[in-house]
């Protein structure tokens, strides 16, 4: 199904473990949810049909394709939409609903949309700009990363963030080739120095390292974990589907202790202190069933946690 935008297709985003988010997600049919991963509204119209009247859903994105495609698919008022980074969360939030929430849903990765959108510059399968920004919000551009960044900054975004073990010689490679215009360019450059069988895997870890860091994706994680805990109230779920394991890393540590070190603290009679439980038990994956339909579910990594009290016990 696509839907039309602009004059444009919108490829939309089929929704990921969406029965299993959805029976997770919803305690309270009359709650405030938020989709903070709004795409294309596949995960908010299923959410939609599982609450009442009094319910509220509010769908944020960073993208105004998204926001534009979801809107007009979904026509509902409890539904409303704003654009933003949710990293930003409890800024986007109105005061009021601060510690309300009853639900939040975080299906992190990039849409079909921003894949199959050549000008956007997300995909190595087609030549177009190096662009990689998942909103205008963004000042930054992969163009610059690829062109302007030194050697050793070059060289750690493609290490850490991409996981990629040849970074060294990939780095190197493409400050020898600059000025990169192109995504066709920069996958050139990667295939000069990696050979094999897994030479296609590398280009999509330089790809995948430089659009991290082109959109702080793992700083805007970390943020809106934070702020999710706050806008939680207690017994309200946060449920998180990653894509890869630097993601996962992040929400685990966090779902364990409700802080980015994993560290779980305790009182003075040695008494766990935390301000949050993982309910999930462990990691949720996608059936075989679903990955047939979708291979874009393949990597997917759902975790469920749900705020606790504190002052009992």
Known sequence: MTIMSKNETYYEHQPVLLDESIDYLVTDSSGIYIDATLGG?????ALLSQLDNDAQLIGIDQDDEALTAANER???PRFSSIKGNFGYLSRLLPPELHGKITGILLDLGLSTHQIKEAERGFTFQEEGPLDMRMSNLRGVTAHQVVNEYSYEDLRDIIYHYGEERHSRKIAREIIDR??????????????AVVYGQHQIKSVARVFQGIRIEVNRELDMLRQ?????LDMIKIGGR????????????????????????????????????????????????????????????????????????????
């Open 74 to 76: 979904i026509d509902d």
């Open 178 to 191: 600059r000025p990169v215009e192109t995504t066709t360019e920069l996958r050139d450059a990667v295939e």
């Open 41 to 45: 509204g596949g995960h908010s119209l």
């Open 224 to 228: 809106v974990l934070e702020q999710s």
């Open 238 to 313: 946060i449920a998180a589907i990653s894509y890869h394991s630097l993601e996962d890393r992040i929400v685990k540590k966090f779902f364990k202790a409700g802080n980015h070190e994993g560290k779980i603290e305790k009182d003075f009679y040695g008494h766990p202190q935390t301000p949050i439980e993982e309910i999930s038990g462990g990691i949720i994956r996608p059936s075989e069933e679903e990955i047939e339909k979708n291979s874009a579910a393949r990597s997917a990594k759902m975790r469920v946690a749900e705020k606790i009290d504190q002052s009992e016990g």
